[in-house]
């Protein structure tokens, strides 16, 4: 049964950078038949996409969040990572990693994250 | 940006009834369209895709119908664990996906 975890501070200060990290059990995060995503949800709010990778490194992010996130991958350790840099407090939320069928939409999500963003 | 809007906010339905959910696209998304269900706390959960398939495990009761910029998430009889707040999601904008703000259900 795969499973994705999340990982990474629960609180960040304002301005800094926000950085999570996923990690894959039960299947390999090199198929080919995957991509690997981010998606938030504010608190009482809606989900918002944020971007999305595929095994060889290969990068999709949403166009108001690309100037300041940036998504990585590690085939050695099964694992995909999301840095958001310069934050504020309203990307306090909670964090999910998904894996995506082909590059379209998520079958499988980790449990999420909650991330404060505060001083 | 493809705007996704759910209608109603809350619906109130009885259990053993059917519920029906909305959701509009602001421009044509084919049937590149998916379902979620999401209770508290937990992660969303994948009804639907293609606009009418049935994820894996997903039961019959449940089903989508819908194309272009209109389409439906229907649940034939409603049991207690369908309670729960329902998102659609568009992923024919590539790489910019967005969902609908969500339609509560919540028994009557």
């Known amino acids: 049964q795969l499973q994705l975890q999340e990982s990474g501070p629960g609180l960040v200060k304002p301005s800094e950078t926000l950085s999570l990290t996923c990690t894959v059990s039960g299947g390999s995060i090199s198929s080919s038949s995957y991509y690997w995503g981010w998606i938030r949800q504010p608190p009482g709010k809606g989900l918002e996409w944020i971007g999305s990778?595929?095994?060889?490194?290969?990068?999709y992010y949403n166009p108001s969040l690309k100037s300041r996130v940036t998504i990585s991958v590690d085939t050695s350790k099964n694992q995909f990572s999301l840095k958001l840099s310069s934050v504020t407090a309203a990307d306090t939320a909670v964090y999910y990693c998904a894996r995506l069928i082909r590059w379209q939409w998520p079958d499988y999500w980790g449990q999420g994250t909650l991330v404060t963003v505060s001083s | 940006e493809i705007v996704m809007t759910q209608s109603p906010a809350t619906l109130s339905v009885s259990p053993g009834e059917r519920a029906t959910l909305s959701c509009r696209a602001s421009q044509s998304v084919s049937s590149n369209l998916a379902w979620y269900q999401q209770k508290p706390g937990q992660a969303p959960r994948l009804l639907i895709y293609g606009a009418s398939t049935r994820a894996t495990g997903i039961p019959a009761r449940f089903s989508g119908s819908g194309s272009g910029t209109e389409f439906t998430l229907t649940i034939s009889s409603l049991q207690s664990e369908d309670f729960a707040v329902y998102y659609c999601?568009?992923?024919?904008?590539?790489?910019?996906?967005?969902f609908g703000q969500g339609t509560k259900l919540e028994i009557k």
């Open positions: 999601q568009q992923y024919n904008n590539w790489p910019l996906y967005t």
């Open positions: 990778i595929y095994y060889s490194g290969s990068t």
